[in-house]
DNA sequence: TAGCGATTTAGAATTAGTCTAAATCCAGAT
DNA sequence: ATCTGGATTTAGACTAATTCTAAATCGCTA
């Protein structure tokens, strides 16, 4: 249960995954939106009509775990997934919910910064702005 | 539907609350962890016996609302609640799930930029940093 | 005090996500 | 080629969080 398979996103094995698994991290890849677990499920039927939610699940838990993808929570209801694994930040608008990824290199340099202030031993720094998205400040 | 109180965590009327929005209002307020709806249901019932969870949940959004408290979402299952509504940032323990707050001035001062990278117009900027609470790290 | 909008209530409904147990798959041993 | 055990997948039941609904109540203001 615990499992010893580190090798997944180094260089020897990138395509030891099963092709449940491939399919639920092709979508992740190939769509520059955020999918939810949902929106990964219908996708991901597309290519393997016999998939299953749970498969959508236990996929989705071992890519995190096997860093080749991220999950993000915000105030909505569902987590959504994320291809890109490099450190980056998130905007989110409080008007459509619409997610925008991008990076400030300034925020990894407020770590250990971070880490002082709240005791805490640091292993990732993540930026969320708020605000309105480029469309829809146009109608404000 | 869109309302026109702002005048509620103002200085006129901050007694404006009805009896159970205020009960919901003081578990929050008065405890230094983040309760859950939950939690804050239970801990409201000894105040207020008859509330009623979609109480809770309609008051908590009321209070969202009128920016008397923060909603706050991790990857764990259930929204948390956070009575402190200055800005701040959030540690979180990657161990034990511990939640804490502290302040980076630093942070609010990387809105501008992060708006500029976005392209969104800035509400709010708010930091999370992940790793291990000082609990937690004596045990690794 | 009658009427009206806002609020509260209980419980049903919905949604996201997890669990379970049976079926399937696959790699290595025979 | 066949067997076997562990890992994976599947369908569907289950759980937990949250929202919805419709009726009851509250508190004004006319």
């Not at 992740?28 to 597309?46: K, S």
């Not at 993000?72 to 989110?92: K, M, P, V, W």
Request: proline letters at 4%.
């Amino acid at each position: 249960m615990k499992s010893s398979k580190k090798n997944i996103g180094a260089e020897s094995g990138a395509k030891k995954l099963t092709p449940q698994r491939e399919a639920v991290f092709k979508v992740i890849v190939d769509r520059e939106d955020h999918p939810t677990a949902g929106e990964i499920f219908e996708a991901a039927r597309q290519r393997l009509p016999s998939i299953s939610y749970a498969t959508v699940y236990n996929s989705l838990r071992y890519l995190k775990e096997a860093g080749l993808v991220q999950e993000i929570r915000f105030g909505d209801s569902a987590s959504r997934y994320d291809g890109i694994t490099d450190r980056h930040d998130h905007a989110i608008c409080n008007e459509c919910g619409k997610l925008v990824d991008f990076d400030l290199p300034q925020t990894a340099q407020l770590m250990q910064a971070a880490a002082r202030k709240s005791q805490f031993k640091p292993e990732s720094v993540h930026l969320t702005l708020r605000g309105l998205c480029a469309d829809c400040r146009e109608y404000q």
